[in-house]
Antibody
């Protein structure tokens, strides 16, 4: 079955960077877009961007441009999301989520499944 | 930028029908997807492309979309349906957009 398993919780100081991983299994990793979504405590879902695991091409939400970098390692079917210059309001659970449709014209722009989430706490 | 508006909370009596709305400018022209999120868990897709259920989602969950409002309907509500529900669309100018979420309480 399709499964996304994320790395464990992180605690970071303001100004630092964090890198969250998302290991995919049960499907061809390079065949589907991977998205990243975050959720601050008690708040809603916020889309951060996506990566094409085949080409490495990325699209980021304007809010995160310049601070977020999404990469992948196809040899281990793992996507990464790195957020730099962390602030206290970056404290959130970060999710990876797969678009189940495929690349290019096959993308469906919905998400299934999701990873279990990674809590990132930014505190001095 | 495109925005989606959901009520903060909806209450429904056990066994009755709950309706959760998602408002947006001409949302009827877009594909709307719905996610269920229980406390401490990741979101789960319950409706895609307005009215389609993924495998494993009960038939009690249905969706519709017209004009400026999309609606998630949960029939014969159960205690296990208590959760936050989010609508989501893709917009050409904003990319992925989520509604603010609705907390469903089953009384």
């Amino acid at each position: 079955q399709v499964q996304l398993v994320q790395s464990g919780a992180e605690v970071k100081k303001p100004g630092a960077s964090v890198k969250v991983s998302c290991k995919a299994s049960g499907y061809t990793f390079t065949g589907y877009y991977m998205h990243w979504v975050r959720q601050a405590p008690g708040q809603g879902l916020e889309w951060m961007g996506r990566i094409n695991p085949n080409s490495g091409g990325t699209n980021y939400a304007q809010k995160f441009q310049g601070r977020v970098t999404m990469t992948r390692d196809t040899s281990i079917s793992t996507a990464y999301m790195e957020l730099s210059r962390l602030r206290s309001d970056d404290t959130a659970v970060y999710y990876c989520a797969r678009d189940p449709g495929g690349l290019g014209d096959y993308e469906l722009n919905w998400f299934d499944p999701w990873g279990q989430g990674t809590l990132v706490t930014v505190s001095s | 930028s495109y925005e989606l508006t959901q009520p903060l909370s909806v209450s429904v009596a056990l066994g009755q029908t709950a309706r959760i709305t998602c408002g947006g400018n001409n949302i009827g022209s877009k594909n709307v997807h719905w996610y269920q999120q229980k406390p401490g868990q990741a979101p789960v897709l319950v409706i895609y492309r307005d009215s389609n259920r993924p495998s494993g989602i009960p038939e009690r969950f249905s969706g519709s979309n017209s004009g400026n409002t999309a609606t998630l309907t949960i029939s014969r509500a159960q205690a296990g349906d208590e959760a936050d529900y989010y609508c989501q669309v893709w917009d050409s100018s904003t990319a992925v957009v989520f509604g603010g979420g609705t907390k469903l309480t089953v009384l």
